[in-house]
């Protein structure tokens, strides 16, 4: 029997062994398929001593059968003129071992240069801190070929406990990712990473009570003027601002004074930052406005401090100056001053010159809320709530104006998204101004706006 490509693709697996099927044109080529349905392409021969050989080719469907035919007349010819391939691959694999290119560290390296220019750069930046986070202080230093399917649950089993299950599966996928690069690259045969999710995970359907965002918003308010909270200034602010414009923590964590339109009082989110990859402008409110300059007024203040030591006097300055509207140093700041900064609104206090990164704001809020006595929360819950609220009979916004706000992609007809371009700026602007006012109110303990 000569296999085809739909022969291949169907194939059962049996539940009880492995099976092997001779896929015919080529000889000693065959197809192994595992119980558990992982298809591999061998190669049998006799080496140039007579013994008998079988050399891996690599998994189906990444190598098709016309690929696995080609591999397997290469390897023939080199057995024809004397070469053994099984003898080439295990010196290859031993010169791996020696450079250490044969651990998960070492494939780590080769993996993000290979494919990083193919994914945006958040994602990037996402797959990195998982890898310096979780990846590589548990099992960096593992083989590639010692590896097994137990290894990797305890590995995102670890990793949930410490970090949550949604960490713990994005830990899984980027592990599975470069294994199967592994495989590409003849360092591995199989991928112990393709295992079904240790964890399910729920969509969430948190909203914080009117109660929750009144303390909430005290306790950012002590971070920022007490410091009895262990979260920045810049953090702090950052939350606020999260909480005001209803987009997602790593969009506002990021926030340039070069991407806000002072004259059309908005915050122009460059496609390359949102994640639906299309150019986003929010409107701001007096309140976001307001939040805006106080941590522009801020991060100008951090900057001056870069010489100086970060505890101590610095934050005993710190102190002082953010108390009273932001006055002092930080209040005498000429508006046309603040307008002008272009840099990071919410900077690191451990990259200089850079903006705090989406997991500094995580690790802020677990710690507000903490402090807030708010269980079962996250950043993202800051924008659902705000979402909730405005379609509800307190600000009235229509669904349409809502999803615009949130920038999610519109659930219309391709042809009418080409020809419906209008950006419903001023709907939008209006939104965030009652969500605002709402906001404000609840804060400030007045009663429901009906």
């Not at 950012?220 to 003027?225: F, M």
């Not at 046309?336 to 900064?341: A, P, Y």
């Amino acid at each position: 029997m000569v296999l085809n490509a739909r022969m291949v693709e169907t194939v059962k697996p049996d539940p009880f062994k492995r099976v092997e099927v001779m896929a015919g044109q080529v000889e000693g080529l065959l197809l192994r398929v595992t119980p558990n349905g992982v298809k591999t392409w061998l190669l049998r021969y006799r080496g140039p001593d007579g013994t008998r050989r079988k050399l891996t080719l690599g998994r189906y469907p990444a190598i098709p059968l016309a690929d696995a035919r080609k591999l397997a007349l290469q390897a023939l010819g080199k057995v024809a003129s004397g070469e053994d391939p099984m003898e080439v691959k295990e010196a290859r694999r031993k010169e791996r071992m020696e450079t250490g290119l044969d651990t998960v560290a070492g494939i780590a390296t080769q993996y993000f240069s290979a494919t990083a220019i193919n994914k945006k750069p958040k994602t990037v930046e996402y797959e990195k801190w998982l890898l310096t986070k979780h990846i590589l202080p548990r099992i960096g230093r593992a083989r590639l070929a010692e590896i097994r399917r137990k290894d990797v649950v305890d590995f995102i089993r670890a990793v949930g406990e410490d970090a949550g299950p949604r960490t713990g599966n994005y830990a899984h996928a980027v592990l599975r990712q470069m294994l199967n690069f592994a495989i590409e690259r003849e360092l591995l045969e199989s991928n112990p990473a393709s295992t079904p999710r240790v964890y399910e995970t729920k969509t969430r359907e948190r909203v914080l009570r009117d109660d929750e965002l009144k303390r909430f918003w005290e306790t950012t308010e002590l971070a920022l003027t007490e410091r009895t909270v262990a979260v920045s200034p810049a953090t702090s602010m950052a939350l606020r601002v999260c909480t005001l414009t209803l987009q997602r923590a790593g969009e506002v964590a990021g926030m340039t004074g070069a991407e806000i339109d002072w004259g059309d009082r908005a915050w122009v989110l460059p496609a390359d930052r949102t994640k639906n990859g299309r150019t986003h402008v929010v409107p701001l409110s007096d309140q976001a406005l307001e939040f805006i300059r106080a941590s522009i007024r801020l991060a100008m203040f951090d900057f001056r401090m870069q010489g100086e030591e970060r505890a101590g006097t610095a934050a005993s300055r710190l102190k002082t100056t953010l108390r009273g509207e932001y006055g002092g140093p930080l209040g005498d700041v000429r508006q046309d001053i603040v307008e002008s900064f272009k840099g990071p609104i919410f900077p690191s206090w451990v990259r200089m010159g850079e903006s705090v990164e989406r997991h500094t704001l995580s690790r802020g809020m677990s710690r507000v809320l903490k402090a807030a006595r708010i269980e079962n929360a996250t950043a993202h819950d800051l924008r659902r709530t705000g979402a909730s609220m405005m379609a509800s009979p307190r600000c009235k916004v229509s669904t349409e104006v809502i999803s615009r706000v949130l920038n999610h992609t519109p659930a219309s007809a391709p042809v009418t998204l080409v020809y419906n371009r209008y950006d419903y700026a001023e709907e939008k602007r209006a939104a965030l101004q009652i969500w605002a006012d709402v906001l404000t109110d609840i804060v400030s303990g007045k009663p429901a706006r009906r």
